[in-house]
C-alpha cells in the first residue's frame, strides 16, 4: 500500500510540474549582442529565464567563433522563457522593438556583419500574427526614420551559447558597460525612441 501510494505522488507531482510547464511560453529575438538583449528581458516582470544562443543557421550545435565569422547563417538570439498569465507576447514584442535598431540592415550598433543582425523568430501562428501586427504599426509610424529591415522568421533550434555568455549583465558589470555605452547602444536607442 505505501508502494502505490509512494508511486501516485510521484505521478501527481510529475503532472503539476508539467501542468507548470504547460502555463509557460517560450520566444525568440535577435537584436545584435545578445548580452544586451539579454538584459533588457531581464528586468521584465513575467520573464522566468533568458538564454544567450544561436539560432537561424545550417550549422548543429555552432560556437560564437563559427558564427561571428559570419558563415553558419546564425545571428545572436534571445530565447525568453515566460508566464503568460503575468506577461503577453505582444508586451515582449514591445520590449524587443525598443531595444533594436530596426532600420538598420548592417548589424546593430558597434556590430556588424550577419551575425549581429534583427530578427524576431515565430514558433506558431499566434506568435507571427502578433509579430506581423506590431511590426505593421511601427512600419506605417510616420515618425519611424527609415525603412524597417527586420523580419519575422520562423523559428527553428536554437542553440544556447557557451556559459561565459549568460547572464553577462550580471557576471560582468563593469566590463559590460563599458562595451554597451562604447558601442554606442543607449545613445542610439535614445535618438530612436526617445528616453526609456
Request: net charge negative; hydrophobic share 40%.
Amino acid at each position: 500500500m505505501k508502494r502505490w501510494l509512494l508511486g501516485l505522488s510521484a505521478l501527481v507531482l510529475l503532472s503539476s510540474a508539467a501542468a507548470l510547464r504547460a502555463e509557460e511560453d517560450t520566444a525568440i529575438f535577435a537584436a545584435g549582442c545578445f548580452w544586451c538583449v539579454e538584459e533588457a528581458f531581464d528586468g521584465v516582470p513575467g520573464v522566468l529565464e533568458t538564454t544567450s544562443g544561436y539560432t537561424g543557421g545550417t550549422v548543429v550545435n555552432p560556437t560564437y567563433r563559427q558564427v561571428t565569422r559570419g558563415n553558419t547563417g546564425h545571428v545572436e538570439a534571445l530565447e525568453v522563457r515566460f508566464d503568460p498569465a503575468e506577461v503577453s507576447y505582444a508586451e515582449l514584442l514591445e520590449v524587443f522593438w525598443r531595444n533594436v535598431d530596426p532600420f538598420d540592415a548592417g548589424g546593430q550598433f558597434c556590430d556588424r556583419g550577419s551575425s549581429y543582425l534583427s530578427a524576431i523568430f515565430v514558433k506558431d501562428e499566434a506568435q507571427r500574427a502578433a509579430a506581423e501586427a506590431s511590426r505593421a504599426r511601427l512600419a506605417s509610424d510616420p515618425r519611424a526614420p527609415g525603412t524597417l529591415v527586420t523580419p519575422i522568421r520562423e523559428a527553428g533550434p536554437f542553440y544556447a551559447a557557451e556559459d561565459y555568455h549568460q547572464d553577462y549583465h550580471r557576471k560582468n558589470p563593469w566590463r559590460y558597460k563599458y562595451y554597451k555605452n562604447g558601442c554606442g547602444r543607449p545613445a542610439r536607442l535614445r535618438e530612436l525612441w526617445g528616453e526609456p
